[in-house]
């Protein structure tokens, strides 16, 4: 009776597989019932269909078979024969693609209720959440048709999260920082004016607390007319918008990732007032002016008065 053991193998597309069974002499491999190989007297005999992917090894006296394709998964028969004294092994191949590495994709951005969603395609995978070395949650499923995903509840101020992807032969890891996914609501940006070269032009001058993925844009009726962002969040984003007087409404809009926030400007207004506010202190100015100008006129022609009266009664005493 032939010695008989079972035996389990993992194996990855394109790589190589070796049987760990000795054939010393005589023997042969067999795949799904049928002979791909054998040895006799030490001479190896290779299947036609597996020329250049099956080898026999006369110095170990193993059968390897390489360049492994997912089809070649199933039972291979090792039978070393020698004499009257016979060893089986049957070998369960099953042959894996390396798990892709999980995609991460946000479903809610907004703190602090922001969540996350992680992805992967393959066969016999597992997914799984992790932090400081504590297995969250995970999910399995043999299903190959459609991806398998794995949600997740962020805590605002944690540590990072890691999203693994495993097979029975390999793993991909993808971490996931709170910080990149979360999201506070932008700021509402406020507007400044000031008078530019007369009574029908200014300039209006938007700002906003600058933040991940802030955008600050001027826009009227539905066009964009300039936009602007800075990846330095130690600064405020400002954006300048010199205008005319018109009947169109100037918007100034803030937005990241979770929300928008705008400021509206009607130029008529703005312009107007800064136009009267400069014509008004022209006019004041001027009116200082002139009565700077009277009262020293005034005084001049007093002191000219007096100086001849003093001079007339000055020379009307010498005479006398």
């Not at 040895?39 to 059968?63: A, E, H, M, N």
């Not at 202190?281 to 005034?298: D, G, K, N």
Request: glycine share 6%; hydrophobic share 30%; aromatic share 8%.
């Amino acid at each position: 009776m032939p010695f008989t053991q079972s035996k389990q193998l993992n194996c990855i597309v394109g790589e190589k597989v070796t049987f760990k069974t000795v054939v010393k002499n005589n023997g042969h491999v067999l795949s799904h019932g049928t002979e791909i190989g054998k040895v006799i007297k030490k001479s190896p005999g290779i299947s036609d269909r597996y020329t250049g992917r099956l080898q026999w090894d006369s110095s170990t006296g193993f059968f390897s078979l390489s360049g492994l394709k997912m089809s070649d998964s199933g039972d291979y028969l090792i039978e070393d024969y020698d004499g009257s004294q016979r060893e089986e092994v049957t070998y369960q191949l099953t042959v894996y693609t390396r798990v892709p590495k999980p995609w991460v994709s946000s479903r809610n951005k907004m703190k602090s209720t922001c969540s996350v969603l992680c992805s992967v395609n393959g066969t016999e995978v597992t997914l799984s959440w992790h932090r400081e070395g504590e297995t969250l949650f995970e999910t399995s499923s043999p299903n190959l048709s459609t991806p398998l995903s794995l949600p997740l509840e962020i805590e605002e101020y944690s540590g990072p999260y890691s999203c693994v992807a495993t097979n029975p032969v390999s793993n991909k890891t993808v971490l996931v920082k709170p910080e990149e996914h979360c999201f506070e609501s932008v700021s509402k940006p406020h507007i400044e004016t000031s008078a530019a070269g007369g009574s029908r032009r200014c300039t209006l001058q938007c700002s906003v607390q600058n933040g991940r993925e802030v955008t600050l844009s001027w826009s009227t009726e539905g066009v964009t007319l300039f936009h602007t962002s800075n990846p330095n969040l130690n600064t405020h984003l400002s954006l300048t918008l010199e205008i005319q007087e018109s009947n169109f409404t100037y918007s100034c809009v803030a937005t990241n990732p979770v929300s928008e926030e705008r400021a509206a400007y009607h130029p008529s207004q703005v312009c107007e007032e800064h136009g009267i506010r400069s014509h008004d202190a022209v006019l004041y100015i001027m009116f200082v002016l002139r009565l700077v100008e009277f009262v020293l006129v005034t005084v001049g022609v007093g002191l000219l008065i007096r100086l001849y009266k003093v001079l007339t009664q000055h020379r009307q005493v010498h005479l006398s």
